[in-house]
């Protein structure tokens, strides 16, 4: 039996890219919920009805409460999970369709998650492609840190797939130097107290030589320009 899927996207009300993830997901959910702690974002995208997509605002208390709360109004027992930067491929689409014709015993899904700068995928650096959970059963939790939050599994539980999601943050300046400063704020209440501005900028510069970033050419230098101006 086909499993019905419920996708949660999590937003902070200015994506540009939102409209093609929600049109990408229709093609194989009719429970979408948008999360948001933009209370006006969500009041206008309500006036605008869609079929199968749910708007609700919920005050932010940490990403992974966002992600939560939004698994807690899911319709159905599995969840699909992006952010609002990121699009599914075509590839991830057709093989939620054809689910019942695999075997797929695992409860959650590790996503192949390809990083874009500027229209181009990233192969070198902190930037490179990574896989995230993406797909799980509803009676699974995220952990709630200030960043970087999980959800919380048992290894055995876990599979991974190579069917991408394409992440587009870092194709607009602005408002990724402005996540990058958010981060920012949110990390500083966890560093050892000590460090100061030199150490993290130097640490950073570091980082992105040691992990080959310059390879990238111009946009491992944007990306590297722009961590260190976070760090400062």
Sequence with gaps: ????FSVV???GGTSKVLPNIIQRCLGFSDDIIIISNDQAF?????KCFVEGVTYKFNPFKGYGAQKNYGGSLARYEWIVNFDDDEIPSYEL???????PKLDMPSKVLRVQRINFCHGSPVSWGA???????RVYL?????NNPPIHETLEVKKADVQKISLPIFHLTANHIAPFLKKTRAYRNKR??????????TFRLLKSLTNSLIRLEWLEGSNGIYLSLIRCIERV
């Design 188 to 197: 500083e209440g966890l560093s050892p107290k000590g460090y100061g501005k």
């Design 9 to 11: 996207i999590t937003s």
């Design 138 to 142: 509803k009676e699974y939790q995220w």
């Design 1 to 4: 039996m086909h499993p019905e």
């Design 42 to 46: 969500v009041k206008q995208q309500q």
């Design 127 to 133: 930037w490179q492609e990574d896989f995230q959970y």
């Design 93 to 99: 689409v057709t093989f939620l369709k054809q689910w």
